[in-house]
T-cell receptor, first 114, second 109 residues
Framework: DVKVTQSSRYLVKRTGEKVFLECVQD?????MFWYRQDPGLGLRLIYF???????EKGDIPEGYSVSREKKERFSLILESASTNQTSMYLC?????????????FGPGTRLTVL | QKEVEQNSGPLSVPEGAIASLNCTYS??????FFWYRQYSGKSPELIMS????GDKEDGRFTAQLNKASQYVSLLIRDSQPSDSATYLC?????????FGKGTRLSVIA
């Protein structure tokens, strides 16, 4: 069965803190994605990775960075958290060489930045 | 800029009726099409994928694709209150999927 896990369901941080969001998949998928979801704005792609140590910017990469040192793990980093980064963060993974395949989502992390 | 458009709703249907959800997309060369269901506070879960023109049925769900008209739809037969959720359409071609903002469906008992 497909399994994508995220390190926290809820997280509260202070402005200026460095924040790490972890995502792990156990399906040996090549591709991994980070989205944020806000009311009225839908899912917005932050970064994605199609291979270990490879990363590509999505639509809204500003203020974020990512790391993929192992195939199963994709980390999202907020270098200096700001209140406008309060959001639901969703990780997803997909199989294959192309990135337009079926995506499977983790449960999400609701981040609040105070 | 690739776009996927959905009516935000809410779409209200009585229990037992057919719910019809529609999605249009701008990239004529799109190759893969998906419908996801998202309950409030939860993450999206895949309902169906479709790649060829025509209909694809899975239980109470039918996805319909018309590439010439650039639309994809989802029909839910015998709608149940448990179908009340936001439905996301996603479209892809050689790049990560582009998601619509979703249609909120409310099934009234």
């Amino acid at each position: 069965d497909v399994k994508v896990t995220q390190s926290s369901r809820y997280l509260v941080k202070r402005t200026g803190e460095k924040v790490f969001l972890e995502c792990v998949q156990d399906m040996d998928h090549e591709n991994m994605f980070w989205y944020r979801q806000d009311p009225g704005l839908g899912l917005r792609l932050i970064y994605f990775s199609y291979d270990v140590k490879m990363k590509e910017k999505g639509d809204i990469p500003e203020g974020y960075s990512v790391s993929r040192e192992k195939k199963e793990r994709f980390s999202l980093i907020l270098e200096s958290a700001s209140t406008n980064q309060t959001s639901m963060y969703l990780c997803a993974s997909s199989f294959g060489q192309a990135t337009e395949g079926t995506q499977y989502f983790g449960p999400g992390t609701r981040l609040t930045v105070l | 800029q690739k776009e996927v458009e959905q009516n935000s709703g809410p779409l209200s249907v009585p229990e037992g009726a057919i719910a019809s959800l529609n999605c249009t997309y701008s990239d004529r060369g799109s190759q893969s099409f998906f419908w996801y269901r998202q309950y409030s506070g939860k993450s999206p879960e895949l309902i169906m994928s479709i790649y060829s023109n025509g209909d694809k049925e899975d239980g109470r769900f039918t996805a319909q694709l018309n590439k010439a008209s650039q639309y994809v739809s989802l029909l839910i037969r015998d709608s149940q209150p448990s179908d009340s959720a936001t439905y996301l359409c996603a479209v892809g071609r050689n790049t990560p999927l582009v998601f619509g903002k979703g249609t909120r469906l409310s099934v009234i008992a």
